[in-house]
């Protein structure tokens, strides 16, 4: 009798890490594509189906874009681009962010416009945010002088967000 088996590839590297379990295997290698292996009546071996993989989408703090042109955050910065440009995660950003990055020097406004080119990229601060902004500086989570924070967060959480990168503590 033939288990169900799953494959999942997340593109690690250049070299394959192979993880298996027995019903519901679970393996990862270096393409990014799922295979799901169910039993065939009439074959001896499981027949796979393809699914494409999910994509990480990482809300960005107008911080990160800045971090590259900065000597204490650069190496992670540009690490983490290197990974979107491969293909590991999407980014957003929001129009706080865009309005942020207006007081920024040159080359990092001109970054932000590079890696934000598409306009789906850029969230905006919808009246459900807002309210969950306004909610955040109310139990106090922060304070109103970083009220804009509150709207980071709030955008990222309205649109199901569960990952905020930046470089501010």
């Not at 393996?27 to 009546?41: D, M, V, W």
């Not at 309005?99 to 306009?119: K, L, M, S, W, Y």
Request: charged share 20%; net charge positive; proline share 6%.
């Amino acid at each position: 009798r033939w288990g169900r088996h799953s494959l999942i590839d997340y593109g690690v590297g250049g070299r394959s890490n192979k993880w298996t379990r027995s019903k519901g295997s679970t393996r990862i290698s270096s393409r990014r594509t799922l295979f799901e292996t169910t039993p065939c009546a009439r074959s001896p071996s499981p027949m796979p189906r393809r699914f494409p993989m999910k994509i990480p989408t990482l809300y960005l703090y107008t911080s990160v874009i800045g971090g590259g042109f900065d000597d204490e955050w650069k190496d992670a910065t540009l690490e983490l681009f290197r990974q979107a440009a491969s293909g590991f995660y999407r980014l957003v950003a929001s129009v706080v962010a865009v309005r942020e990055v207006q007081g920024a020097p040159p080359e990092v406004r001109r970054h932000f416009a590079t890696t934000f080119a598409n306009p789906a990229q850029i969230y905006e601060l919808t009246d459900e945010a807002e309210s969950l902004a306004q909610a955040y500086l109310a139990a106090g989570v922060v304070t109103p002088k970083y009220a804009d924070d509150a709207r980071h967060v709030a955008i990222a959480s309205v649109h199901g967000l569960t990952i905020i990168v930046s470089w501010n503590f």
